[in-house]
């Protein structure tokens, strides 16, 4: 029966990647956010890559809205999963607003991985709203242990939520344009963390990137 396949692969990517908010409660705590901020981050915002940025941010010293500027460029993607989605997924009206709150890495990934669609239209519900719930009760969990358990860096959480990150980019980089815009926008934000303020490199490396896309796409046109 493949929906009951398309069902144990989604709760099992929901549960392995809501794990991981634990991790961001911890570091939001730790960054100066109190409980209740760090849950409304993880309730509203809903994008981890966003939400780590701006903590990053704010533990580096940098200003709330820089942070919250790095945080919109790197949740922009959701924007273009959010078309590609669309006439799968075929929601109007209240529906698409509602479910517009979990479209993710993974709930996208889950979904255009189905060949069938109403196996697509179940992997995004089950992936996203999965993901949703265990977030967020473990972002509530990390904050409240993130006093007790002292600076997360010591036990490595900041390391291994990036290092899942780039385990789950790097194999989607298949062809040399694609590793050349990744390795170009990282050198930039690298080369900048020393001589600008928290957060720009993060911009700025992204914006590098997204220029050197459009200008090897041209080249692959032309």
């Known amino acids: 029966m493949p929906g009951r ?3 144990a692969d989604s709760l099992g990517v929901g549960v392995a990647t809501g794990a991981y908010g634990v991790s961001f409660g ?29 903590v990053g941010v704010i533990a580096a010293g940098g200003a709330p809205l820089t942070g919250a500027a790095t945080a919109m460029l790197l949740g922009s993607r959701n924007l273009f999963y959010g078309i590609g989605l669309a006439p799968v997924l075929r929601l109007r009206g209240w529906r698409r607003a509602v479910q517009a709150q979990v479209v993710i890495d993974e ?18 519900r089950l992936t996203g ?14 904050a409240l242990a993130g006093t007790a358990i002292g600076d997360p860096r010591t ?9 899942a990150f780039l385990a ?29 303020a928290a957060g720009l490199p993060i911009i700025l490396g992204g914006t590098a990137a997204v220029l050197v896309g459009l200008f090897l796409r041209r080249e692959e046109r032309g």
């Open 26 to 54: 911890a570091l939001a705590t730790t960054s100066g956010l109190d409980v209740w901020q760090a849950c409304a981050l993880s309730l509203l915002v809903f994008t981890g890559a966003s939400q780590f940025a701006f």
């Open 107 to 124: 709930s996208t990934a889950m979904a255009l991985g189905q060949p069938d669609p109403a196996d697509a239209r179940l992997a995004f």
């Open 5 to 7: 396949s398309v069902r």
């Open 129 to 142: 709203w999965s993901v949703f719930v265990l977030w967020n009760l473990m972002t509530l969990v990390g």
């Open 155 to 163: 036990f490595g959480l900041d390391a291994a939520v990036g290092g």
């Open 168 to 196: 789950l980019l790097w194999p989607r980089l298949t062809a040399l344009p694609q590793r050349v815009v990744a390795v170009v926008g990282a050198a930039v934000a690298t080369g900048l963390v020393p001589l600008t």
